[in-house]
């Protein structure tokens, strides 16, 4: 696995990054594509350190790709955002209601309550 800050313009060298760029500069704290893991810089501290919650959630995504398998992951994930949509949901409520972002969040959730969380 590789965590790797949002990548620059000039950075951009396949589609991962491209994805990544776009996911991050609109409004993602973090996207996970296969077993690489982008977070946008701005969670980033000056030392490199980055909230362990946000860690655990992508961590978990990993888990997800590597369990389901890269095109049904991303099927399912994009299937599920749909459905949520198609049933009236805004587009947080949507994303906040796709069973993998649940799975994620609950990882996140379970870290120990010492742990500074990013949110």
Same mark, same amino acid.
């Given at each position: 696995? $590789? ?5 620059? =313009? #000039?950075? %951009?060298r396949?589609?991962a ?7 991050l500069?609109?409004?993602?704290s973090?996207?996970?594509? #296969?077993?690489? *893991?982008? %977070?946008?810089?701005?969670f980033?501290s000056?030392? #490199?350190? %980055?909230p =362990? ?6 961590v978990?995504h990993?888990v997800?790709f $590597?369990?389901d398998?890269? =095109?049904?992951?991303l099927?399912?994930y *994009?299937?599920?955002?749909?459905? #949520?949509l198609?049933?009236g =949901? ?5 994303y906040?209601? %796709?069973?993998y972002e649940?799975e994620?969040r609950?990882?996140?959730?379970a870290?120990?309550?010492?742990? *500074?969380r990013?949110?």
């Open positions: 696995m $590789l965590i790797r800050r949002t990548p620059m =313009l #000039g950075e %951009i396949d589609a990054s491209v994805v990544a760029y776009a996911a500069k609109t409004r993602a973090g996207i996970t594509l #296969g077993n690489r *893991v982008f %977070i946008r810089r701005e980033f000056d030392d #490199g350190d %980055i =362990l919650d946000l860690v655990a959630h992508e978990a990993v997800q $590597l369990r398998g890269t =095109l049904p992951f099927l399912r *994009v299937r599920d955002y749909a459905f #949520g198609t049933k =949901l805004g587009d947080r409520s949507a906040m209601a %796709i069973p649940v994620a609950q990882v996140a959730n870290l120990p309550l010492y742990v *500074v990013s949110e």
